[in-house]
C-alpha cells in the first residue's frame, strides 16, 4: 500500500516495507505491530465543526498547511497597513562619503523602514525639510493614500521644529511630550481619523517611541496582539534614575545578569547595535542597586 493510500477493508495495521522480505510468492514479516499502528485515522488532526484557526492568528508555514488541510483555498485575512513615514530635517541627506558643513546623514530612514517592515506593515518613504507648508502637503497626501503616518524630528519647541503644529493645524494632538528617557518629544495625534506618531529625529530616541509606542499600534490594525516578553535579571552594576519618568536603558544580557551600557546618548545608533535588550526602570523608581533584579525585554521579542 502507498503511503497516504485508503486502508483496504479488514486491515487495522500497516507493516513498513523494510521490516518484510518476499521470496516468490510468499512475504515475511519481520517485525511485529498493533492494531492502529502507522495508519493515520480520519480526523486525527481535527473534526468537524472543530474550529481550525482562531481571528488574531500570524499565518506562518503551519498554519497555512492546516487552512489548506481543512479545504479552504481562500481565507479572510487583514491586510499589511499602508504606513507613510516623513523623514523631517534640512540638514538631512541620503548616505555619501564626502559631507559638506552642516549635512547629517538620514539613517533614520533605513531605521524607521526596517522597524516598520519589523511589524508587517508596508512602509512609504518621504522627506522634508523644515519647511511648514512642504510638511503641511506631505501630511496631506499621506493620510489620503495611507493608513497610518509617522514622522521624524521637528517634534521639539524650537525654531524649526514644524511638525507638531502642522499636526495641531489639521487635527488633533492629544500628546506632546511624555516622560520617557530617552525620547520625551515624543507626538501624537489623529487627523481625518487616521493615528500621526510623531518621532524624535534623534536615532536611537526615535527607535525607542517606536517600540514603546507605534510597534503595537500597527500590530493591532492587523488584528495581531501579544504580551511583551518582560524576563527578570540580575543589575551588574548601579544604575541610577529619576523619579517620575520611565527609562529604557540599552543593555546586553549575559546570563542570569544584564549590564547597562555606560553610553547614553539619544544619538549614538552604535549603542543600539552593541545591547540587545531594554533594561525597564519604572517611573517609581529612583535605580535599580548592583545585583537587584530588574525588568528586562529582550530585542528579538519585538518582532512580530
Partial sequence: IATGAPI???ANAVVMEEYTHEKDDTITVET?????????????????????????RLL?????????????????????PKIGVIITGSELVMPKNDIEGAEV?????????AMVESCLATPEMFHSIDNAQQVENLFMDILNKYDALITTGGTAISKGDVVVDVAQ?????????????????????????KPVFML????????VQFDVFV???ILKMQGLSRDLLVIRKKAARKIPSTLGRTDYIRAKIEGPLVHPLKTKGSGIIKSMVDSDSYIIIPEN????????????????????
Fill in 8 to 10: 483496504p477493508a479488514g
Fill in 32 to 56: 511485529s505491530v498493533v492494531p492502529g499502528e502507522n495508519i493515520s485515522p480520519a480526523g486525527e488532526d481535527f473534526k468537524q465543526g472543530e474550529v481550525v484557526l482562531k481571528k488574531g
Fill in 60 to 80: 506562518g508555514p503551519a498554519e497555512l498547511a492546516l487552512i489548506a488541510s481543512a479545504g479552504y483555498d481562500r481565507v479572510k485575512v487583514f491586510k499589511k
Fill in 105 to 113: 546623514i538620514n539613517s533614520n530612514h533605513f531605521t524607521i523602514k
Fill in 169 to 193: 493645524k489639521l487635527g488633533e494632538v492629544s500628546i506632546h511630550g511624555v516622560s520617557l528617557r530617552p525620547g520625551k518629544p515624543f507626538g501624537f495625534a489623529q487627523i481625518q481619523g
Fill in 200 to 207: 524624535s529625529g534623534f536615532p536611537v530616541a526615535a527607535m
Fill in 215 to 217: 510597534r503595537e499600534a
Fill in 285 to 304: 523608581l529612583e535605580g535599580i542597586e548592583e545585583g537587584e533584579e530588574c525588568q528586562v525585554l529582550p530585542y528579538h521579542s519585538l518582532k512580530a
